[in-house]
């Protein structure tokens, strides 16, 4: 218990940020430290893409579903499932920009593209247990995992009219890869599995090239070093990871060869594995 | 720090490639985005908020269209300070600051009340048009809703976007020029006032200028300056001073007052 502190025409709670510049650096280093809570630090979350499985249908969207429901039988595998958006998002985005919205309303525009698979996913898995998560519900969580309940959450960061203005061009930079890597950093996580349709990820786009190399086992530092323009995964991911403290495992497989989602999800090295070694990269 | 791809190979939100032609249109210009600052005005109380408030109507009736938003203060430090003892992590401690804000507009809102004051959430700018028509005050929080899902900045626990960048934001999307703070000021100086009586008043500065300064603090959070010379819309901040009386109507009337940085 603090009294409160007046004497300078305003009414203070003592605290070590008292009457404290919150722009100030060396302030701002006083808060942090090497670690952060690990909330949830035996969850893996899956973020099923939505060009690369949903908008090829039925084809790619059936089997990788009976793989969840097989998956679900395993109740020590914890997870949440996050979707992308698609062909739909760019369309959104194409029609968007040529009537000049700003950036802040694309952003508050797409995440309706992402929901659409999220219920389409939704409507197959709910007869094995699934539901669509509210935004932040995370507290949620303990009781999904104790009934069996897969949570599909939200991907799309809640940036919306507030996006930042992009450091280059008048694009969103946060989009549902870098949403779902968030959310995962911030509780504290095992891992993010991203799946695609591709083995994993390659030093260049394999659909264009048949010399591309995929990535095994690397870490971000080496990764950094090397990072493929032409990348499956937002660069704005990378580009936060450097400086996140918990995530500390990426996986990126390919959801049209089955088993790999499973082997990934027990541990696994499948595709391509990312790891961060030390807590700052 | 990640080399950035140039943005001609870069994938945004699935492969959209930008057009160059794109023309941006502004979504309602005329609006003044006001932030009421928390440590500065609010945890000052009645003294300082009551005369701020009594020239926001004088502007509103002169027909200038104003939306509030509300800063945090001591309470924020406050929990701020305790999150980071716990080590939460920055998406959990940015969570927190949405609450304290949120209560200092509720509180503008029973103060503006009779003259309109409307109490808004971060996704009822689409109906500004309506509330703005009206004559209405609408006052929201100055917190960006990004809650869990803001990232973490190097050697610091506390979130980087806060309520300035709500206001510089909020500004961006509407399309409005220029972002004003109202706090206990008026804007920029040589050195803290406070403390050096010979410091001098800058009355205008660029953001490139501000930065090349590299000084340990600044008045507006750092993101905002970063962020200013790549807005569409909004390329200044004007700081003005609440506790001098006229200086939040003379802004609200467009004038030159206070601190402006600039694109």
């Known amino acids: ?281 | 720090m990640a080399e950035r791809t140039p943005v001609a190979e870069r994938k945004t939100l699935d492969a959209a490639l930008p057009r160059s032609d794109y023309k941006p249109t502004a979504v309602m210009p005329d609006v003044k985005v006001v932030k009421i600052g928390g440590q500065s005005i609010l945890d000052r109380g009645r003294a300082a908020l009551f005369p701020i408030l009594d020239e926001i109507v004088e502007a509103r009736k002169l027909g200038i269209q104003v939306v509030l938003l509300a800063g945090g203060g001591t309470r924020a430090r406050h929990i701020y300070s305790i999150a980071s003892e716990l080590e939460m992590p920055t998406g959990v401690v940015a969570t927190l600051g949405k609450y304290i804000p949120m209560q200092n507009a509720r509180m503008l809102q029973m103060l503006l009340a009779k003259h309109g004051g409307l109490y808004i959430l971060p996704d009822d700018f689409e109906k500004l048009p309506l509330y703005l028509q009206m004559g209405c005050i609408p006052v929201m929080s100055g917190m960006p809703p990004f809650g869990y899902w803001e990232k973490r900045e190097e050697g610091s626990r506390i979130p980087p976007h806060r309520t300035d960048a709500g206001v510089f934001l909020s500004a961006e999307f509407l399309g409005s020029r220029r972002a004003i703070f109202i706090k206990d000021e008026e804007g920029l100086f040589t050195d803290d006032p406070k403390k050096n009586p010979a410091a001098t008043h800058i009355p205008r500065i660029t953001a490139k200028e501000l930065t090349e300064r590299g000084l340990p603090d600044v008045i507006v959070e750092r993101v905002v300056v970063e962020y200013l010379p790549r807005a569409q819309w909004c390329k200044e901040l004007q700081i003005v001073n609440g506790l001098k009386p006229g200086q939040v109507l003379a802004a609200l009337k467009g004038e030159d007052v206070g601190t402006i940085i600039s694109a």
């Open chain 1, 1 to 281: 218990m603090s009294d409160l502190v007046g004497g300078d025409g305003r009414t203070h709670i003592p605290s070590r940020l008292m009457r404290e510049s919150l722009q100030n650096k060396k302030v701002l280093s006083g808060t942090d430290s090497d670690r952060d809570l690990q909330i949830f630090p035996d969850v893996s979350l899956v973020s099923i893409g939505g060009q690369s499985i949903f908008d090829r249908g039925k084809a790619a969207i059936l089997p990788l579903v009976d793989e969840l429901v097989q998956i679900k039988a395993d109740k020590a595998l914890k997870m949440v499932i996050g979707v992308g958006g698609g062909t739909r998002v760019r369309h959104t985005i194409a029609i968007a920009e040529d009537l000049g919205l700003p950036v802040g309303g694309m952003a508050q525009l797409v995440g309706a593209m992402e929901e659409l698979n999220a219920i389409l996913l939704n409507t197959l898995l709910a007869p094995h247990g699934s539901m669509p998560m509210q935004r932040d519900h995370f507290w949620d969580l303990p009781l999904y995992f104790d009934a069996g309940i897969t949570p599909i959450a939200i991907s799309v960061p809640p940036f919306h009219f507030w996006e930042p203005p992009p450091e280059e061009g008048h694009l969103p930079m946060h989009g549902s890869d870098f949403g779902l890597f968030q959310l995962a950093d911030v509780l504290g996580m095992k891992q993010v599995i991203f799946v695609k349709d591709e083995d994993g990820l390659y030093d260049k786009d394999p659909k264009r090239h048949k010399d591309a190399k995929k990535f095994g086992k690397i870490t971000l530092a080496e990764l950094t070093k090397q990072m493929p323009a032409e990348n499956i995964l937002d660069p704005e991911l990378f580009h936060t990871w450097q400086t996140a403290k918990n995530l500390k495992r990426i996986v990126i497989i390919n959801g049209l060869e089955r088993g790999q989602l499973t082997r990934a999800l027990r541990g696994e090295d499948v595709g391509t594995v990312i790891t961060k070694e030390d807590a700052r990269g």
